[in-house]
C-alpha cells in the first residue's frame, strides 16, 4: 500500500513538502518491510509466497523510489537502472531459460538491497542535492550492478 502511495506521487511537482512526504512514506515503507520478515521468522510464518512477495515488493519499491529520484532531479536518468535491474533479470530469463532457475537467498543480496532503498531515499532529502544526491545513488547502483552480475554468474554455473 506504501509503495502505491508513492507511486501515486510520481508526476507531482517538486516542493520540498513533497520530498519530505517521499521520504517518510518510503522510510515506513523499508521499515514495516523488516519488520515484516522479523516476525515471520520468529512466528515460523515464513512462507515461499511471502518471501516472493517481499522481493517483488522491494523490486518495485526501487523502482518507483528511482523514478521519484530523477524526477526530483536528484539524479540523472542513469538512476532508473536501480529500479529497471530486476525486471531486466525477468527478461533475460523470457531470452536464456537458465536465467529462469530460483536465486538462492543470500545475507549480501538482502544488504545491497536494504542500501538501495536507504541510498534513495537519502537522495531524496530534500537538504541533499546534486550533486551529492547523484553520487548517493550511484554508489548504491554500483553495489546493485554487482550484486546482479554476482547472482548471474553463479546462477549460470549452477544451472550448468
Do not use: H
Not at 512514506?25 to 523499508?30: E, F, L, S
Not at 537502472?81 to 533479470?89: D, H, T, V
Not at 530469463?93 to 542500501?115: D, E, F, N, Q, Y
Not at 532503498?117 to 551529492?132: D, E, F, N
Amino acid at each position: 500500500m506504501l509503495v502505491v502511495a508513492l507511486a501515486s506521487l510520481v508526476r507531482r511537482p517538486d516542493t520540498p513538502t513533497l520530498a519530505w512526504s517521499i521520504v517518510f512514506i518510503a522510510t515506513m515503507a523499508a521499515l514495516l518491510d523488516g519488520v515484516d520478515g522479523w516476525v515471520a521468522r520468529r512466528t515460523g510464518t515464513v512462507s515461499a509466497f511471502g518471501s516472493r512477495f517481499d522481493m517483488e515488493t522491494d523490486a518495485a519499491l526501487i523502482l518507483v523510489l528511482a523514478i521519484l529520484v530523477w524526477q526530483n532531479g536528484k539524479a540523472g536518468p542513469w538512476v532508473l537502472l536501480s529500479g529497471l535491474l530486476r525486471y531486466l533479470f525477468v527478461v533475460a530469463g523470457w531470452l536464456w531459460p537458465w536465467m529462469r532457475a530460483p536465486l538462492a537467498s543470500s545475507v549480501r543480496g538482502k544488504t545491497i538491497c536494504v542500501v538501495q532503498i536507504a541510498a534513495l531515499i537519502v537522495a531524496m532529502v530534500p537538504t541533499i542535492r546534486p550533486p551529492t544526491s547523484s553520487w548517493v545513488a550511484a554508489g548504491a547502483l554500483l553495489a546493485l550492478s554487482y550484486s546482479f552480475v554476482v547472482d548471474t554468474v553463479r546462477l549460470r554455473r549452477r544451472t550448468q
